[in-house]
Every structure is written in C-alpha cells, then in structure tokens.
Nanobody, 119 residues
Framework: QVQLVESGGGLVQAGGSLRLSCAAS????????MGWYRQAPGKQRELVAF???????NYADSVKGRFTISSDNAKNTVDLQMNSLKPEDTGVYYC?????????????WGKGTLVTVSS
C-alpha cells in the first residue's frame, strides 16, 4: 500500500501562484510515475501533469507553459508549481502514483487539496 498526502492548496487571485506538494509513504517500490489530476465542480477528474521515471513529463494543454511538475525520488515527493493561475484552474487537486505490481499496475490517490482562483 502507498499513502499519499497533498498540501499547498488555498485561495489565490488570478495571475497568482501556488505550489502543491505530495508526499508518498508506505510500500514505495516499482513506481512507474507520479502525477496530479484535478476535478472542477460538476466536471470529471482530468489529468493536469504526470512525470515518469523522474524525467519524462506530460501536461494538459490548458496548463502547458504555466505549470511545472517535478519529483524527488529520494524523498518520494512530487510537486506542482502553478503560475499565472486562472479561475478555470479552480478545483480539487489529487496526487496520484502508479505502481507496478505484476502482473498489473496499481494506482493510488491522495484525498485531494482544494485550489480556488478568484477573478
């Protein structure tokens, strides 16, 4: 089992910045990737950013150039630096970890942290 704890959410004005952090604990092995998803009110959860092998990154088109994901494998953390925030970035942000457990994979989720961007 992997436990995830997010921090860093809050209220910010449009154009501002926030940094989200996620700490993983428990059975940390065979981690394929770590990432951030978000869910806005009334919408489905969507991918924001994902990092694999600590190097390869993938971003939603809506956040490219504004958000940066980074991970520290030694500390088992993944951060999301969010700049130039927009009201449409509002939502609950969830940390996710994908672990290889042969013959399949297991995805773990944090409880989420709320980000509110005011206009």
């Amino acid at each position: 089992q992997v436990q995830l704890v997010e921090s860093g959410g809050g209220l910010v004005q449009a154009g501002g910045s926030l940094r989200l952090s996620c700490a993983a604990s428990g059975s940390i092995f065979n981690i394929l990737g770590m990432g951030w998803y978000r869910q806005a009110p009334g919408k489905q959860r969507e991918l924001v950013a994902f990092i694999t092998s600590g190097v390869s990154t993938n971003y939603a088109d809506s956040v490219k150039g504004r958000f940066t994901i980074s991970s520290d494998n030694a500390k088992n953390t993944v951060d999301l630096q969010m700049n130039s925030l927009k009201p449409e970035d509002t939502g609950v942000y969830y940390c996710s970890v994908v672990q290889r457990l042969l013959p399949s994979v297991q995805t773990y989720w944090g409880k989420g942290t709320l980000v509110t961007v005011s206009s």
